[in-house]
């Protein structure tokens, strides 16, 4: 190995893509255990049980442990989600791996062309970028990161991040 | 062999406790650490170490660093690589090289004998000769002989490649004096800053030559200097790492030859650079003589480098040649290694600076050398007196030549900056930067320490936007001579010494090579370039070019501004093609994606390929023995008699929802979604502004305003792409928002007359009757157990349901379904049945009959084409098509008369079968379980106007004749998808 950094895939994780008028948004989705959605594009706010990330104008993924999806979905109802806002289940669309160490940056570093510097990617940073040439989700976390791509990619995430750690 | 033989007993950069043995041309030498194999060959007394690329001379080193033009060399074993300037090469254990453009040694080389027939094969001699009969009967052998070397044919055993990115405030290349003096302004500021230099330890300059910093050895400044950068956190310092190329929006790569990460063998990094400042420094021009590339003859500079940096001594009794002042320094460094200085030849016709402390120099003032004598090595050179025209021969050994200093304005040129000529300084030096970059020190053309140090510390505060009262206090320095020079581009021919005189050594152009194109109207320098390949390949004219130009301005009387200069190009030094992909190779050079069941395909044999935007996809399933069309009749024929089930997930899938999203879908496809109701699809064709057909796919209203859209596999990345731009430039006031869900939802779909009885068996809470789910609607509930959105929409030509479930869920139905449909001898199916099916019902296939020239009316699609609908995507460059040619290339079925022969896709219809402008070409081809036969789709000119018309095929070697029909064999009315 290359570099001092564990790389493991992630179980999976309930998620909710939110599109539309924040307030609107906000209105739709009252619920006591929601933490508040960021103040700053591009990042995000956890509390113990969910995560908003905001990742685009007009445009946040909440995500939770997969044990609470029905709780995301009883608060989101996306069925039923008025028609000025999008509230879409996608779950299955990711997979998730985390890259944690010493030399986690390093793996970033050839991962992606984003600037993970903390001067420009906070510690609460989470952005769409290229991770591999293929659209991605980064996300700072303790002791490294964590990276989401569309489900159908992940075994060539692995086999990427496997490469770049040899 | 002694490692000591021409090595100085004290000095140098080297560790002598460190003795390195290493392979050169097969023969065993011993360095020590810190040598390049140039120095450990110089020590060793090799001299002649390559024969040039074209006539074959002996030639020797020249250079010291990246700028050597003469002796590259090719490493063989674990590194294997070519195209490496023996300059830049590192000694090291095990370290096994050999010369190029030699067989079987530089000492004896065979292809020698192209020097005797040099006369017959000047410039551009294979332009003009290899004519007859054709330039391909020649080509094969010249590319043998051509080359500085072989292609590496194994991979590296000390690790992989790799690239990376970063960013930065500051990119600084070159870690010579600006460069270091600048970092360290830059990273006491507080700047992200990368110093990155080409050499096997920062300095640059200051390590071949003897300069006092603050009263101390230059030498213990940059290790100072360098230890202070490495201590702080905002800086990155790269040795032995080159930038090589400078892009737009500051990108630049820097690729890295001995990074220390373990299995890393070398790294590229791709820098996104706030601010650049270019501090590569001088490259000293080599003058134009007769026989200038004997060995022996090397740069000024070079000499310098070698005694100084390395101990070693290039030979025994030296002369210096110059244009300028800087061979002074060279001169009192010779003398303090113990070489024998004879003499110092300046052209210059009044010599104002000879220091004070070498006036015991015999200086031949307004003297040239004319020629150099000896064959493999350097034994003597004969002098002439510019004015009076007396020559006079000199014994000597080692000749040093410097025709004065360029900047190295290459990554400048390559930001897109302009240069302009200073003819004061006989160079071109950077003009106005196009780009956030300045050049820094001897790059901008400054030359003595004290104002490379001050210019550098300004220019970064300057890019950092600082206040002057931030800049840091420079060391105290020696005071130093101003740099003078007299331009010299070349000695003046002497046709009856019948010798050449190299402009550019690497490439073997020489003087009269660039007087040969201007005569024979190449006059531009880009057009001599061309025709003499001067300043071509790794050189890129490192140290020829100026001379070329110079050469051009005095033949034609000019200046050298008005000649220009040629384009600088990356890389600036060779660069390995493994450095550029990093680990990107082998299992992931073919990026792929996987359904939730493709491990489930392979553990039943489908053979598994590439299908359109990465994905890998069952092909087919082959029962042990079968052959390919054995299993893809039998898949054929079980969908059409009885039952499968295909693997749909990577149908691209998309959920768009908005005020304005009926706007939108009306938009994007040309048929009418206004009246469509809740739980029904309809099929749409998307066009582009061309009016071509770019998709098509079904699209469901889920609610008001709210739909689920499904577009082909291959093109879903590029609606979703069209969609977006649309969105975000034409309409970004319409309130529709998108989200993908291509992987949310994973498919299997039942196809086949059982599909409904299969669908019962699963067991679910859907009305599955024609009348409560008919034909293009959509219902969601629970089938097998699982939560499911199920689409009655058919690829094939029969009942179809195709079952969304979630990705999580996929395996565990497909299971379930390949279990209850034992019964009905359920087998799972691959696109290649897939494709007969459709051929057979005349269906679309993008990239086959919907190729980008096609045009729904091409298609006999003219039924999706609102008439109502005031616009959409396409709608008007649609019509003037139409308007413009009526009788298109159009679809067509066509039936072989021989049954039985498969077609190439693609193969060509002419009139008669004649060998002359096609009228169309066969779309698909295939064997069709139906009507046992061969069967295909064609695009024909004019083609539904040609029912039952005989068209004419041509293939290879004979003609195939076929009747053209309606494009469609089975179903024509559609009853069996609908039933």
């Given amino acids: 190995m290359g570099y001092d950094v564990k790389i493991q895939r992630l179980a999976l994780n309930a998620m909710i893509d939110l599109q539309g008028d924040a307030e609107a948004i906000k209105n739709w989705i009252k619920d006591d255990d929601l933490p508040e959605f960021p103040n700053k594009p591009n990042t995000s706010i956890t509390n113990q049980q969910f995560k908003i990330y905001w990742v685009g104008i007009e445009h946040w993924l909440m995500r939770s442990e997969i044990e609470l999806e029905d709780h995301l979905l009883e608060m989101t109802n996306p069925s039923a989600a008025p028609i000025e806002i999008s509230v879409v289940q996608v779950s299955d669309a990711f997979k998730f791996f985390e890259v944690s160490g010493p030399d986690a940056a390093e793996i970033i570093s050839i991962a992606s062309p984003i600037d993970h510097h903390l001067t420009a990617f906070p510690e609460n940073g989470v952005s769409f970028t290229n991770i591999f040439g293929i659209k991605g989700l980064l996300i700072r976390v303790n002791n490294g990161f964590e990276i989401a791509v569309e489900s159908s990619y992940a075994d060539l995430m692995a086999d990427f991040l496997q490469k770049a750690n040899a | ?979």
């Fill in chain 2, 1 to 979: 062999m002694s490692k000591d033989l021409f090595r100085q007993t004290k000095g140098g950069l080297i560790d002598r406790n460190q003795t390195i043995t290493f392979q050169f041309n097969d023969t065993t030498y011993q360095g020590y650490s810190g040598d390049s194999l140039a120095s450990a060959l110089m020590a060793n007394g090799i001299y002649l170490t390559a024969r040039s690329f074209k006539y074959h001379r002996p030639r020797g080193i020249v250079g010291s660093g990246y700028e050597e033009p003469s002796s590259l060399v090719e490493l063989v074993g674990d590194e294997e690589s070519g195209n490496q300037p023996i300059t830049r090469v590192q000694i090291r254990p095990g370290l096994n090289a050999r010369s190029v453009n030699c067989w079987p040694s530089p000492n004896f080389d065979l292809m020698a004998i192209n020097q005797y027939i040099s006369k017959l094969i000047p410039a551009a001699f294979y332009y003009k000769t290899f004519k007859w009969p054709n330039w391909h009967f020649f080509e094969p052998s010249i590319r043998r002989a051509a080359g500085l070397a072989s292609a590496p044919n194994k991979t590296h055993h000390q690790g992989h490649y790799e690239t990376r990115n970063a960013h930065c405030d500051l990119l600084i290349v070159g870690a010579g004096p600006a460069g270091l003096i600048a970092a360290l302004q830059a990273a006491r500021s507080g700047a992200r800053v990368i110093l990155a230099d080409d050499g096997l330890e920062s300095g640059g300059s200051l390590l071949s030559q003897h300069l006092k910093i603050g009263g101390k050895e230059a030498i213990d400044w940059v290790r100072e200097t360098t230890a202070s950068l490495d201590a702080m956190d905002n800086v990155t310092r790269l040795t032995e790492a080159t930038v090589w190329a400078y892009r737009e929006h500051n990108l630049l790569v820097i690729t890295e030859r001995s990074p220390a990460t373990p299995n890393v063998f070398q790294r590229s990094w791709r820098v996104r650079a706030k601010q650049v400042l270019i501090a590569t420094g001088a490259i000293e021009r080599n003058l134009v003589f007769a026989n200038n590339d004997r060995p022996g003859v090397m740069m000024a500079s070079a000499i310098q480098s070698y005694v100084n940096r390395y101990a070693v001594k290039p030979g025994k009794r030296a002369v210096l040649f110059a244009n300028n002042s800087s061979i002074y320094a060279v001169a009192r460094d010779l003398k303090a290694s113990g070489v024998e200085l004879v003499a110092v030849i300046d052209s210059r016709s009044s010599v104002n600076d000879l220091p004070e402390d070498l006036q015991d120099i015999h200086v031949f003032r307004n003297f040239v050398v004319e020629q150099c004598h000896g064959t493999k090595h350097l034994s003597a050179i004969t002098i002439k007196n510019a004015a009076t025209g007396e020559t006079t021969k000199i014994v000597c050994d080692l000749l040093g030549v410097s025709g004065g200093w360029n900047p190295t304005v290459h990554l400048f040129s390559q930001s897109r900056g302009k240069v302009k000529y200073d003819a004061n300084l006989a160079t071109f030096i950077p003009g106005e930067a196009v780009q956030a970059c300045q050049c820094i020190g001897s790059a901008s053309a400054i030359f003595t320490l004290q104002q490379v140090m001050e210019d550098a510390v300004q220019k970064t505060l300057q890019a950092l936007d600082l206040d002057p009262g931030n800049a840091i206090l420079l060391p105290p320095l020696e005071p130093e001579a101003e740099y003078s020079i007299e331009a010299l581009w070349h000695v003046d021919l002497n046709e009856s010494l019948c010798s050449k005189s190299f402009i550019d050594i690497q490439n073997d152009v020489t003087l009269s090579d660039v007087h040969l194109a201007m005569r024979e109207g190449f006059d531009a320098v880009e057009h001599v370039k061309r025709y003499t390949t001067a300043g071509m390949g790794i050189d890129q004219g490192k140290t020829g070019n100026l001379n070329v130009i110079g050469a051009i301005a005095l033949k034609n009387g000019c200046e050298p501004d008005e000649v220009g200069t040629t384009t600088f190009r990356s890389p600036f030094v060779p660069i390995e093609f493994g450095a550029l992909t990093g680990i990107r190779e082998g299992s992931v050079y073919l990026p792929y994606r996987h359904t939730s069941i493709t491990q489930w395909n392979k553990d039943h044999g489908a053979k598994m390929y590439e299908s359109g935007a990465r994905w890998r996809r069952p092909g087919y399933y082959p029962r042990s023995d079968e052959l390919f069309q054995t299993t893809v009749n039998r898949e054929s024929r079980l969908v059409r008699e009885g039952l499968a089930v295909y693997d749909g997930a990577p149908l691209g899938k998309f959920e768009i929802k908005g005020p304005d999203a009926l706007k939108l879908i009306d938009m994007l496809y040309t048929n009418n979604f206004d009246n469509l109701k809740v739980g029904m699809g309809r099929y749409g064709l998307m066009l582009n502004e061309d009016g071509i057909i770019f998709d098509d796919g079904v699209t469901f209203k889920l609610a008001d305003n709210h739909y689920f859209m499904s577009t082909s596999t291959g093109n879903a990345d590029t609606v979703n792409q069209h969609m977006e731009f649309f969105l975000q430039t034409h309409r970004p006031d319409w309130r529709v928002k998108i989200t993908t869900i291509t992987t949310q939802w994973a498919n299997a779909t039942l196809c086949g007359p059982k599909a409904r009885e299969m669908m019962q068996a699963l067991g679910t809470d859907i009305d599955l009757s024609n009348e409560a789910f008919p034909f293009m609607a959509m219902r969601e509930g629970k089938v097998g157990g699982f939560q499911a959105r199920v689409c009655r929409v058919s690829f094939t030509g029969e009942l179809s349901f195709e079952i969304n479930v979630r990705s999580r869920d996929s395996l565990a139905l497909w299971e379930t379904i390949m279990e209850v449909g034992k019964p009905f001898n359920i087998s799972p199916v691959g696109s290649e049945s897939n494709h007969v099916l459709r051929v057979e019902k005349g269906f679309l296939s993008l990239g086959h009959e919907a190729d980008g020239t096609t045009t729904p009316q091409d298609l006999g699609l003219n039924w999706a084409m609102s008439k109502t609908k005031t616009d959409y995507i396409g709608k008007r460059a649609n019509e003037i098509r139409l308007a413009e040619n009526p009788s298109r290339w159009q679809l067509v079925g066509l039936l072989p008369d021989d049954p039985k022969e498969l077609v190439d896709e693609s193969a060509p219809i002419t009139p008669g079968g004649r060998r002359e402008s096609s009228e169309g070409f066969v779309t698909a081809c295939v064997w069709s379980v139906v009507h046992n036969r061969v069967i295909a789709l064609a695009l024909l000119e004019n083609g539904q106007h040609r029912m039952d018309e005989t068209i004419y095929i041509r293939r290879k070697d004979h003609v195939v004749t076929a009747k053209v029909t309606a494009p469609c064999f089975y179903d024509v009315k559609g009853q069996l998808l609908r039933s």
